[in-house]
């Protein structure tokens, strides 16, 4: 039983590890790396917005930070993308402290608007800053070069995912994820049973930092040109979001599915409708919230309940 | 006295959640009559008041008004018809004046067309409340936030009033004022008090239901009620 | 021996209003004590005073002598005094072990361990068969003993218990009575709270403390207590006496 | 004097702002929904006013009550459609659902209209007027008395009418307001549109001045939270006074520092509020 709860984490990245292999389209290629960019983003949102509840849309000030890291410091000081990497992790963890501490205090609407806000400071520094070039934005180098640099890149991607899942879930059955849960159902009663929330919330928001900065830092390397609109974009706090909730928040595997769902449809529509991206996003939003708020594998779970329900009745 | 049947409860039974508060009450209210519903804390008076308000849909059971079933009604539509709830705990609406509280009361177009002669009416119950009219709501004291409330409930032209605790966290004096004004009031409109101080709620009743875990346990007129051991157990638990 | 818990002129402000206006009292350990009073007494409030959630503006709270006044409700928590809440919030997602683990997983070092303690607890309460079951299930008694295992979990020394008996029926409050009956065996100090003078709080209670309008009205043995002529007051008003039954 | 031209600038565009946010304030007053779609509103009023003038010569000075009785009716639209389904749900999924409409609001703008700047040209937004030794756009100036008397109506509208005491009566008490007869549904769906209809009319009175492309409301959405946050959330005079001090802020700091970072200042000045006077600079406590 236990061991056939990892065979799906086994042939999902056994898959990824083969992909090169049997998937030698170079344009399907890229999209499976979106995909892997976008389960990391999903799974980190997920620790803070899914598991612990709260609704950050600041997302993207942690993944400018990892991404800027990468093209200021190779540009300053010439470091390598890997270093300005750690740096960028650094960098947003120290951030993550800072704007935790200050943001975590806040319930409801005001966190959701604060975390906004400080996102969107951030934008408009890089937007702003000499050293940031503004809105031109700045080249960042490649983690590798040619040939297949996109290969290898995408191999450096796949144990960062590989890291991301096994974080959730650890997570989900440790004592840390049952103290996020406690916290977002009532913090009261989290309190009640020796929880310190501002704690716990700003652990969470650490890990998931950490990781988002690391998947910003290999956007840079991959795309090689950065701007404030492209890496620190509202937008993207809302698709880390969405990813999560249109596969299912708090869930192990919701953020895989929410990725994979969105980016190929996404893709596909993009063959049809060049510019209904934001609008295509907007649909399913409100899609997600009206009919499933609990995501795609909660489709699934009720559905296996159903099968397993009248069997563990009888037993 | 009159023995038109104004408000009948029927068998009603009424859950918050999965926690069932009424196990098939059932009572009446004659026109003219002041009419207690007693019991403990917890025993489901406000409850039945906000099944009949229509602010809670019972299970089953139904609620008849002068014979008609207004049983899932809103409670817009019931205050419309004639009934006035004023509700445990005031619910003033704080940042509005005492004179833009009664206008609320009656917001209803039936209740407008006489909304000056009402207030001054109300105005003449309450002395207190003139001299306060342009008052904020929420800066006045207990007593005289309860007398916003009834008057505010007095508004929409009632046949029925519904008044629930109206001296809860009163002094015995504001209380005593309180329920005068009440006992003013029946002559004008049928009343359902829920008050937690029995004698004194029994004082101005005609008649008393004894409520305890959403089921009723005694009935009958007041002056028999008030020698009845049975309150005494029910509040008390003894 | 010192008291387990000591309240001395505890004041309390909201605003303008005196929540809780000079209150002390003594609880001994393995004392069953109950607090009474109508709605708006300041139960809630002595209680949120004792676990942290609020912050007495003067007096002093000794638990095991020593002053928690200005503590948070976790630090409390790991003081060894437990609480459960009127509105009984469950984690609907988890099943009922899982949500007595959020407390055993206090003072446990992993999670086997934490699993044991909850089972521990939840035999002791007789919620066992319940285990695997989402705690979403539960009728509600049965959420009130949820919330009573998890604040055990903890580790509790002291158990403050708000409203436990509310929205349960006669035979219910009395199966719960008869397991805080069995707390003093577990170590357990219980303090209740319940807005209704009721014939099993009556039987449990060593000790009645009776509150009103945020005082401290009366405090005694339950019998004496229900025939105190001020405790009649509060409940009934003011003219039950002069005009009432007899007792 | 420079620094008073720059306030002055600044209570103009302020006007505008007060209009803007008070439409964020009932809706969050009345239904305690942040409406993240406040910006796209603004957004499609600007359109719509666009289209009025380039195509049926509507001047947007007196079309923005045209616009604002479109936009009140497209609230309503979305309020029974949507935003009911939410009501009584966690902010969790509210803000989802207003952020999503945006999405779409946008989105379906972009697809219709293409991400290109658009503007009208009237002749009066060349013009400047003299108010002593300072000096001001025309344009500005009559948006801004119109702004300020749709602030002024809405806060009589407010006061004195029966629907208006009804709106502050479920804002302030909505579990007793079903008792006086108040449909509370029905007036949330008002207040909602009255709120996407104040977003629609000042989005008519930026078009004079201002650019008009699909993603133009966004920051005005983060600014209405700003202002609204700065009057005390959900009072409807706070956030008409919170408009006017953004304004000057964003005046002055462009005056000392720079104009770029007028929306840095914002959302520090929002952050700071918030931490240290969560219910606004001239709020009450919140109860």
């Known amino acids: 039983m236990s061991r056939a709860r990892f065979l799906p984490a086994v042939v999902f990245f056994g898959l990824l ?124 180098p490649g983690f590798f070069e040619e040939p297949n640099g996109d290969r290898k890149t995408y191999y450096a991607a796949l144990p960062l995912l590989f890291l991301a899942f096994a974080l959730t879930v650890w997570t989900h059955r440790s004592r840390f994820g049952y103290y996020l849960r406690a916290i977002r159902e009532n913090e009261d009663t989290a309190m009640a049973v020796g929880i310190n929330p501002a704690v716990e919330k700003l652990k969470a928001l650490l890990f998931s930092a950490a990781l988002v900065a690391a998947a910003g830092a290999l956007y840079a390397g991959v ?17 880390m979001a969405l990813i999560a909730m249109l596969g299912g928040a708090a869930t192990v595997w919701g953020p895989i599915v929410g990725a994979v769902v969105l980016t190929v449809a996404a893709e596909a529509l993009k063959t049809y409708l060049e510019r209904a991206h934001t609008f295509f996003y907007g649909l399913l939003l409100v899609l997600v919230v009206l009919f499933l708020p609990g995501g795609l594998v909660s489709i699934a779970k009720q559905r296996w309940f159903r099968r397993t329900a009248p069997r563990a009745q009888a037993a | 006295m009159s023995s038109e049947v104004l408000l ?156 629930d605790e109206p001296s809860l966290g009163l002094s015995p004096k504001l209380t005593e004022q309180t329920l005068a004004a009440v006992r003013e009031l029946s002559k004008v409109v049928t009343v359902l008090i829920v008050e937690q101080k029995v004698m004194e709620g029994l004082e101005i009743a005609d008649r008393g239901y004894v409520i305890e875990n959403g089921k009723l346990v005694t009935e009958g007129a007041a002056a028999v009620l008030v020698a009845d051991k049975g309150i005494r157990e029910a509040y008390l638990g003894l | 021996m010192a008291p387990l818990l000591q309240l001395k002129h505890v004041v309390k402000r909201f605003g303008g209003l005196l929540a809780t206006n000079d209150v002390s009292f003594d609880v001994e350990e393995g004392e069953v004590v109950f607090i009474i009073g109508p709605n708006g007494a300041g139960k809630t409030t002595l209680f949120n005073l004792i676990s942290g959630y609020v912050t007495a503006d003067s007096g002093e709270i000794l638990y095991q002598g020593q002053n928690i006044v200005g503590l948070k409700p976790y630090q409390t928590t790991r003081l060894g005094i437990g609480r459960t809440f009127q509105i009984v919030k469950p984690l609907p997602s988890l099943t009922v072990r899982e949500n007595v683990m959020l407390g055993s997983f206090l003072h446990a070092r992993s999670r086997a361990e934490a699993g044991k303690k909850a089972d521990e607890v939840l035999g002791f309460l007789g919620l066992d068969r319940r285990a695997d079951q989402l705690a979403s299930g539960l009728p509600l008694a049965q959420r009130k003993l949820l919330e009573v295992a998890r604040a055990l979990a903890t580790g509790a020394k002291l158990l403050l218990l708000d409203e436990v008996m509310a929205g349960l029926n006669p035979t219910e409050s009395a199966e719960v009575v008869t397991l805080l009956r069995k707390l003093k065996d577990f170590g357990v100090t219980a303090v209740g709270g319940v807005e209704h003078i009721m014939r099993v709080v009556m039987a449990l209670a060593s000790r009645v403390v009776v509150m009103d309008q945020g005082g401290k009205l009366a405090e005694g043995s339950p019998q004496a207590v229900v025939h105190d002529p001020r405790v009649v007051e509060a409940y009934l008003g003011s003219k039950y006496q002069k005009g009432g039954a007899p007792p | 004097m420079a620094a008073l031209q720059a306030i002055l600038n600044g209570i103009l565009v302020g006007g505008i702002y007060a209009l803007i ?79 999503g409409i945006a999405l779409c609001l946008v989105g379906a703008a972009q697809l219709l209209f293409t991400g290109d700047y658009r503007s009208i040209s009237l002749p009066l937004a060349d013009k400047t007027a003299n108010l002593g030794p300072l000096n001001f756009n025309v344009a500005y100036g009559v948006s801004f008395v119109i702004a300020v008397l749709g602030v002024t109506s809405m806060y009589l509208y407010m006061k004195y009418t029966e629907m208006g005491r009804a709106i ?110 969560p219910q606004g600079l001239f709020g009450k406590k919140a109860p």
Not at chain 1, 226 to 236: K, N, T
């Open chain 2, 8 to 163: 009948e409860v029927e068998a009603i039974t009424a859950f918050y959640g999965d926690f069932q508060a009424l196990f098939g009450l059932s009572f009446q209210v004659r026109t003219a009559e002041v009419v207690a519903l007693l019991g403990g804390n917890g025993a489901g008076k406000t409850t039945c008041l906000r099944v009949i308000s229509g602010l809670l849909r019972p299970k089953s059971g139904r609620v008849r008004f002068l014979g008609q079933d207004i049983t899932g009604l809103s409670p817009a539509e019931i205050v419309d018809l004639g009934i006035a709830h004023v509700p445990e705990g005031r619910q003033l609406f704080p940042e509005m004046s005492v004179e833009e509280n009664l206008w609320l009361g009656s917001y209803l177009p039936r209740a407008r067309k006489r909304r000056r002669e009402n207030v001054a009416r109300m105005f003449a119950l309450f002395p207190r409340l003139a001299e306060r009219r342009r008052q904020v709501a929420g800066t006045l004291s207990g007593g005289e936030q309860q007398m916003v409330a009834i008057a505010r409930g007095m508004m929409s032209e009632p046949k029925l009033l519904l008044l």
């Open chain 1, 17 to 140: 590890l083969t992909l090169p292999w049997w998937l030698r389209d170079a344009y399907l290629q890229q999209i499976v790396f979106r995909v892997v960019i976008f389960a990391i983003l999903g799974i980190a949102w997920n620790l803070v917005g899914g598991y612990a509840g709260q609704l950050s849309l600041g997302h993207v000030a942690y993944f400018g930070i990892g991404a800027y890291s990468v093209a200021l410091f190779h540009e300053t000081w010439d470091w390598n993308p890997w270093l300005g990497t750690l740096a960028g992790v650094v960098l947003a963890c120290l951030a993550a402290l800072l704007i935790g501490s200050l943001t975590f205090r806040l319930r409801g609407p005001y966190f959701v608007l604060s975390t906004i806000a400080a996102a969107e400071i951030l934008r408009l520094l890089a937007l702003n800053l000499s050293f940031t070039h503004g809105a031109i934005g700045m080249i960042a």
């Open chain 4, 168 to 277: 502050r009566g479920v804002a302030q008490n909505p579990g007793v307001a079903p008792l006086m007869g108040i449909r509370v549904r029905w007036i949330s769906g008002i207040s909602f549109a009255f709120g996407v209809a104040c977003a629609g009319g000042a989005g008519a009175l930026l078009l004079p001045v201002f650019y008009v492309n699909p993603t133009i409301g966004s920051p005005y959405n983060l600014k209405s939270f700003v202002i609204v946050v700065l009057g005390g959330m959900g009072s409807v005079e706070g956030a008409a006074l919170g408009g006017l001090i953004l304004g000057v802020t964003e005046g002055l700091t462009a005056y000392y520092w720079s104009d770029s970072y007028t929306q840095v200042v914002d959302f520090v000045l929002f952050l700071a509020v918030l931490l240290l006077r």
């Open chain 1, 223 to 239: 795309f090689q040109f950065i701007g404030p609109d492209s890496v620190l974009a509202i937008d993207m706090s809302v698709q």
């Open chain 4, 21 to 99: 946010a008070m439409g964020m304030a009932l809706v969050f007053g009345v239904m305690r929904l942040v409406n993240f779609a406040h910006g796209a509103f603004l957004m499609v009023g600007m359109y719509v006013a666009y289209f009025g003038y380039t195509l049926f010569h509507i001047n947007p000075y007196w079309g923005c009550a045209l616009v604002g009785a479109a936009l009140f009716m497209m609230g309503m639209a979305v309020y029974w459609l949507l935003i009911r389904r939410v009501m009584g749900q966690s902010d969790f999924l509210q803000i989802l659902l207003t952020e």
